[in-house]
């Protein structure tokens, strides 16, 4: 059964770093992307980042660009998120999902009744 689940989250003070990981169970099922969306309370889900499991392109929210990068180890079937400078507003709870990279920019996203999405990790970012 397809399972992911994320780790690294916690509380830390602005301008500090985490780094978020997320274990896929099966990576045998059929799937072009991986990453993240977080959602901050009262507030819609929002997109992260992305990385395309073909061509490794990937996908960073405005908001993040520049603070945050991506990345896989395909051997340990696990991918990351390592954050840095945090600021309060990186304040959420983080998912990890398998939904393709061009869901990224649609808007309006769900993760309502899919398998595909971890159950999240809360990252803190307050003095």
């Known amino acids: 059964q397809l399972q992911l689940v994320e780790s690294g989250g916690g509380l830390v003070q602005p301008g500090g770093s985490l780094r978020l990981s997320c274990s896929v169970s099966?990576?045998?099922?059929?799937?072009?992307?991986i990453g993240w969306f977080r959602q901050a309370p009262g507030k819609e889900l929002e997109a992260v980042s992305c990385?395309?499991?073909?061509?490794?392109?990937?996908y960073y929210a405005d908001s993040v660009k520049g603070r945050f990068t991506i990345s896989r180890d395909n051997a340990k079937k696990l991918v990351f998120l390592q954050m840095n400078s945090l600021k309060p507003e990186d304040t959420a709870i983080y998912y990890c999902?398998?939904?393709?990279?061009?869901?990224?920019?649609?808007?309006?996203?769900?993760?309502?009744?899919?398998?595909?999405w971890g159950q999240g990790t809360q990252v803190t970012v307050s003095s």
């Open positions: 999902t398998l939904e393709p990279c061009t869901y990224y920019t649609g808007g309006h996203y769900s993760r309502a009744g899919k398998p595909y």
């Open positions: 099966e990576y045998s099922v059929g799937y072009s992307g």
């Open positions: 990385i395309d499991v073909n061509d490794q392109t990937t």
